[in-house]
């Protein structure tokens, strides 16, 4: 029975999220609906992280054990014939039988949106956190940079985060674009707390709009209270950009997304 691995794309606005819940529609759901009817089976799929309702993915990474021996062109071809048009299959390929998609990842890049003209955008409505007052992008900038490193995020956590514990090692952090048209913030880690990044955003965009110094992100992580930290960013902003991977598992697998 082979163990596949699928890169996926998709479109989260009409979702609740991955995750398979009873109150609507996930992207687990209809991607193992089109797998039953692929492989003529039910299939059981894992991710590399539980994204939530309206969030994006261009490189979400799952995995399942195929009941068939197909081509791996199969895979992909097949199963972007019965996706809806806001999922898709980017890639498919056989690994090695123990492979988990979570628990092997060594890091993920996010990429967060923010739409920042004066008037609102039917285009970026489901794809950027539209923010009407202009943002002061160098006090922004100047805010992120201490997130690089290993930290305790309790000031970015949720409060129904269920992460064994908050530390957690940021490689890279880059907020770049136009006061007045488009920013984004694109940071990487080996793990993530759940809301994690829509937290830092919410607070990054107080330093933006001049309610906050550039040292708030700071006092927020020695503080380590959610409740000095901004609003929670809205979810349609945020993309799963990639996962990466290693040879093997992680030596910490503990991932609160």
């Known amino acids: 029975m082979p163990r596949v691995k699928l890169v996926l794309e998709y479109d989260g606005s009409n979702y609740v999220g991955w995750q398979l819940q009873q109150n609507g529609p996930s992207i687990q759901g209809r991607l ?14 894992t991710a590399a ?11 979400q990474v ?16 097949g199963l972007n014939g019965l996706l809806p048009d806001d999922i898709a299959v980017v890639s498919a390929e056989e690994v090695d039988a123990a492979f988990d998609p979570r628990r092997w990842a060594r890091g993920k890049r996010y990429r ?11 285009l970026r409505r489901t794809s950027h956190w539209e923010i009407f007052q202009p943002l002061n992008l160098a006090a922004m900038q100047e805010s992120v940079h201490v997130l690089l490193g290993t930290h305790d995020f309790s000031g970015f956590r949720a409060a129904d985060c269920q992460a064994m514990h908050p530390v957690r090692k940021i490689t890279k ?5 136009v006061s007045g048209d488009e920013l984004a913030l694109v ?5 993530f707390l759940k809301h994690m990044v829509r937290n830092i955003v919410g607070s990054v965009a107080e330093v933006g709009r001049g309610k906050q110094p550039p040292s708030y992100i700071a ?7 959610r409740t000095r930290a901004g ?12 996962v990466f991977y290693g040879d093997g598992p992680r030596e910490d697998a503990d991932d609160g997304e």
């Open 187 to 191: 940071i990487e880690g080996t793990a």
């Open 32 to 45: 193992q609906r089109a797998l039953q009817e692929l492989l003529e089976a039910p299939v059981a799929v």
């Open 49 to 59: 992280g539980r994204t939530d309702a309206g969030v994006h993915a261009t490189g």
């Open 112 to 122: 967060y949106r923010i739409g920042n003209r004066r008037s609102r955008s039917p």
């Open 231 to 242: 609003q929670t960013a809205p979810p349609q902003g945020l993309t799963l950009e990639a």
């Open 62 to 77: 799952v995995a399942f054990d195929s009941p068939r021996q197909l081509p791996t062109r199969a895979y992909w071809m």
């Open 219 to 225: 006092d927020i992580l020695r503080h380590g209270e």
């Open 173 to 177: 952090v880059e907020l770049s674009g």
